[in-house]
């Protein structure tokens, strides 16, 4: 839903069929104002009709940190918010963790940090923070401008330890909250919610990681991604990934909405989406630590297993 007020905007919906073990994309909504029905109907009806429980969003459902804060501010680098605390503790650890191993043999440092910028820190961070960890000069950059209370979630932070190197490599993008995500978007959101079923589960997950997620999982390679931005191969790039997900989901997809999903990267962008709900219904997803405020972003950090 990233963009603007008139911006078309897709919603994807996958099921699971019991009897044949299998998911089907069973509708791909288009929304956009038209006669006689507005777009914010369109999504409130497609959600009644299809009886969806689960929904999955590409923006922020929570807010900083500051948001929600009713203390007498002490100012943002004094903040006493646990979460804020925590996370600053973790970015001096690594940011000294590294310090250290610069200082024991600055030469080495530097020569061995020459190979470390595709270094993959993984999902060790809360086990072993920092250990043997060497930082890539660009997430140096990153911790080095510190964590702001009322812009950055602490999810941020984790996000940041877990794709900062991969996001920026693949996608030349940096993962902020709300760098990509319009007050318009989220104003029509706030609307949008009260008017929603009760029974709905909102989820918040990321384009970007769900994609390299499927590279760790070797459902599609990197030439795959490269080759999504580019103007040229970017169609080719989607046919490709659309069926090695396919095979490795386990997910059906009749031949209108492959066409679909092709043509246009917002519906793309929703079918990303959604396979992140198929990995949270699943249980496979990663636990995300207490001072990221799990139940409060509801943001989905899929682990994918290929079929077989």
């Known amino acids: 839903m990233k963009g603007g007020r008139r911006d078309q905007f897709f919603f994807c919906l996958i099921e699971h069929f019991e009897e044949d073990n299998r998911w089907f994309l069973r509708s ?17 009806t497609w959600i009644e009709k299809f009886k969806v429980k689960q929904m999955v969003l590409d923006f922020p459902l929570s807010q900083p940190a500051c948001a929600t804060c009713l203390l007498d501010c002490p100012g943002s680098h004094n ?10 503790k973790k970015m001096q650890e690594i940011l000294d963790q590294d310090e250290l191993l610069r200082e024991e043999n600055p030469k080495k440092y530097e020569q061995d940090r020459n190979f470390e910028d595709l270094f993959d820190y993984g999902r060790n961070l809360d086990s072993t923070p920092a250990t043997n960890y060497m930082l890539s000069r660009s997430f140096k950059r990153r911790l080095k401008k510190g964590f702001i209370p009322y812009w950055n979630r602490a999810l941020d932070f984790w996000v940041w330890c877990h794709y900062y190197n ?19 978007v989220q104003s029509r959101f706030s609307y949008l919610r009260r008017h929603f079923p009760e029974h709905l ?7 970007s990681i769900v994609l390299i997620e499927l590279l760790r999982a070797g459902i599609i390679l990197k030439k795959d991604l490269h ?14 990934i659309i069926r090695k997900i396919e095979k490795g989901l386990n997910i059906f997809i009749y ?10 990267p917002r519906a ?7 396979i992140a709900g198929q990995n949270k219904l699943m249980k496979l ?22 079929s077989t």
């Not at 791909?28 to 409130?44: F, N, P, T």
């Not at 031949?255 to 246009?264: G, I, S």
């Not at 997803?285 to 290929?306: C, G």
Request: aromatic share 10%; hydrophobic share 45%; proline share 5%.
């Open 201 to 207: 589960r909102l989820f918040e997950a990321n384009g």
């Open 166 to 184: 991969q996001i920026l490599e693949i996608f030349n993008l940096s993962f902020d909250s709300f760098g990509s995500t319009s007050l318009m």
């Open 255 to 264: 031949d209108h909405d492959f066409e679909l999903l092709v043509r246009n």
């Open 79 to 88: 903040c006493p918010e646990p979460s804020v605390l925590e996370v600053r």
């Open 268 to 274: 793309f962008d929703s079918f990303l989406l959604a």
């Open 227 to 240: 080759d999504l931005a580019d103007i040229e191969f970017g169609v080719d790039a989607r046919i490709d």
């Open 285 to 306: 997803n990663s636990e995300l630590p207490l001072w990221t405020r799990p139940q409060e972003v509801n943001f989905i950090s899929p682990i994918f297993h290929a």
């Open 28 to 44: 791909l909504l288009q929304v956009k104002d038209e006669d006689g029905l507005s777009g914010d109907e369109a999504i409130r």
